[in-house]
Antibody, heavy 119, light 107 residues
């Protein structure tokens, strides 16, 4: 069965770039949309954006100026970069698979990685 | 952006109870509504999508209903493992957005 695993630095300095990788195992990336979602401490969920297996992206307008997502299907990985981070970007970051092209819901999630923005 | 409002924000109940959580959208979203369960320190788990389609593997005590702007998640005969936080999500339009969550606690 498909599993997702996030990886990357757990502490990022203010104004630097947050970079995360999500590794997909147990299945193909083809034909799926791959998403990033975050959750600040004690708060709700915020959709950051997705990257289609072909490389097409769609970002939340609230973060669009700072976000870049990409995919490497040969390595079964997709990536998140968030520029110019601040304390408000401290959160648990999840990668998640979209169920299918019609149902834009998230059926498989990584365990999440907590990223703290701090000097 | 389209806003999702859940009520109540917290709820106390006992095992065996039937509970209902409500989600209201700021505009008509047809049936493009999903529900998730999240336990502390864990990723959310998809329960219901398309307002009323229960995800494979989810117990039958969970059900969803509604359309347009008003939706409900019902849990029949609460079990101990159901005490968690529940989120609704709209996928009618970008950006996808979530409700603020409903924390279901043991009475």
């Amino acid at each position: 069965h498909v599993q997702l695993q996030e990886s990357g630095p757990i502490v990022v300095q203010p104004s630097e770039t947050l970079s995360l990788t999500c590794t997909v195992s147990g299945g193909s990336m083809s034909s799926y949309y791959w998403n990033w979602i975050r959750q600040p401490p004690g708060q709700g969920l915020e959709w950051i954006g997705y990257v289609f297996y072909s490389g097409t992206t769609n970002y939340n307008p609230s973060l669009e100026s700072r976000v870049t997502m990409s995919v490497d299907t040969s390595k079964n990985q997709f990536f998140l970069k968030l520029d110019s981070v601040a304390a408000a970007d401290t959160a648990v970051y999840y990668c998640a698979r979209q169920l299918n092209s019609a149902s834009k819901v998230f059926d498989i999630w990584g365990q999440g990685t907590k990223v703290t923005v701090s000097s | 952006a389209l806003r999702m409002a859940q009520s109540p924000s917290s709820l106390s109940a006992s095992t065996g109870d039937r509970v209902t959580i409500t989600c209201r959208a700021s505009q008509d979203i047809s049936s493009y509504l999903a529900w998730y369960q999240q336990k502390p320190g864990k990723a959310p788990n998809l329960l219901v999508y398309a307002a009323s389609t229960v995800q494979s593997g989810v117990p039958s005590r969970f059900s969803g209903s509604g359309s347009a702007t008003d939706f409900t998640l019902t849990i029949n005969c609460l079990q101990s493992e159901d005490f968690a936080t529940y989120y609704c999500q709209q996928y009618y339009t970008f950006p996808y957005s979530f409700g603020q969550g409903t924390k279901l606690e043991i009475k």
